[in-house]
């Protein structure tokens, strides 16, 4: 039997700030970036509101599952493998499944 979850950031207790920034790579805001990603067999743009090596945090309507793979398409640097680390008030946070020069 399969089951299926959906767990958004208001399920899950957490600080309402954080002290430190706790990210490895530094992030570049995107002003105007956009990107391409495919959910569940339909592909769909969205807007990139940071991007480092190692992850990005796009605008997206839909909600993935936490942990979700979503292949993403970035104009500037090809498609690149992510899964999903977060989702909150129509943000994704993605990590990359290898680094991204």
């Known amino acids: 039997m399969a089951f ?3 767990l958004e950031s208001g ?3 957490g ?3 954080r002290k430190s920034d ?3 790579d530094p992030r570049h805001d995107c002003t105007s970036g956009s ?3 495919e959910f569940r067999g339909a592909r769909h743009a969205v807007e990139l509101i940071n991007v480092s090596n190692s992850g ?3 605008l997206f309507p839909h909600v993935p599952n936490i942990g979700e793979r979503l292949p993403l398409q970035l104009l ?3 498609l690149v493998s992510s ?3 977060w989702v909150k008030d129509g943000r994704v946070g993605l990590s990359f499944a290898a680094p991204v020069e």
């Open 83 to 85: 899964q999903v680390r």
């Open 22 to 24: 706790r990210r490895s």
């Open 56 to 58: 990005a945090m796009v």
């Open 35 to 37: 990107a391409v990603i």
């Open 15 to 17: 600080m309402p700030w």
């Open 4 to 6: 299926s979850f959906i």
């Open 76 to 78: 500037d640097r090809g």
């Open 11 to 13: 399920l899950v207790p």
